[in-house]
């Protein structure tokens, strides 16, 4: 497998000043409620925000040999991923590719942007801003497990969950337009999630047979829906 450096991301969240090399180091903020400058629709208060290192390393990987690779993985080690490796797993996920646009790597209808993206560790849940390229602490803990009933959730060392917030699709009026513009931006995100790791030799899988309200309770997801998680580890 292409080696990444070992940098653990317990290391990043015990440590979050440790990113003294990383290009876009900021002051961490304290309880901001809002990602990418907009309302994130949960409850709970953002307790703290940990830059993320540049992303985009190891990926110079052939569309053709990405294509030809992706495959679904269910078995995953235990190791965690390297901070460099999660960097550009959320980059790739749903971050800006044109930030003087405010336009990110994936279409969405309308250019709602209706995602937010969290991200579960043994060590909490985080919740991604592509504008600072940082993680948020949603909450503590490991709730990996709380995701589904499928045990590779409590081994793969990060679940990304998709999460549709409503807020931001006002503009459609009928409920079926709304969920079907919803579902359709979420398999952009996921197969980005999929090309990832595929270039990067790493394991995924959609799922959609998650605890939709066993997450919402704990996101605080009142006006929104958690459409798939993906978990993602070493293969
Ligand atoms: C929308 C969607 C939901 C899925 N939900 C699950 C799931 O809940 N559990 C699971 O093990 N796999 C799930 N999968 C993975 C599919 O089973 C898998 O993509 C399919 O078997 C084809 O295999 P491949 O991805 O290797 O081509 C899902 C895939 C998609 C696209």
Request: charged fraction near 25%; include cysteine.
């Amino acid at each position: 497998m292409k080696r990444f450096f070992l940098l653990s991301i317990v290391l990043l969240l015990a440590y979050g000043g440790v990113q003294a090399q990383a290009m876009k180091t900021k002051k961490p903020s304290k309880n901001t409620e809002t990602v990418d400058g907009r309302a994130t629709g949960v409850s709970l208060k953002i307790a703290e925000s940990i830059p993320l290192p540049e992303p985009h390393k190891g990926l110079e990987v052939p569309l053709q040999q990405v294509l030809k690779h992706r495959q679904t993985v269910r078995e995953f080690r235990e190791e965690e991923l390297s901070v460099e490796v999660l960097s550009s797993l959320l980059w790739c996920t749903y971050g800006f590719n044109r930030p003087e646009e405010a336009k990110r790597v994936v279409p969405s209808a309308v250019n709602c942007q209706e995602y937010d993206i969290y991200v579960f560790t043994r060590e909490g849940v985080y919740l991604y801003d592509a504008k600072s390229h940082s993680l948020g602490r949603v909450t503590e803990g490991d709730h990996r497990s709380l995701i589904s009933k499928q045990k590779f959730f409590g081994v793969a060392p990060v679940s990304i969950v998709l999460v549709a917030n409503y807020d931001r699709m006002k503009m459609f009026k009928e409920t079926a337009d709304r969920d079907f513009y919803a579902a359709a931006d979420c398999g952009y995100i996921s197969q980005n999630i999929y090309l990832f790791c595929s270039a990067a030799e790493l394991g995924t899988v959609a799922c959609g047979g998650i605890n939709r309200d066993g997450i919402h309770k704990l996101l605080g997801i009142k006006n929104g829906r958690a459409m798939l998680a993906h978990p993602v580890g070493m293969k």
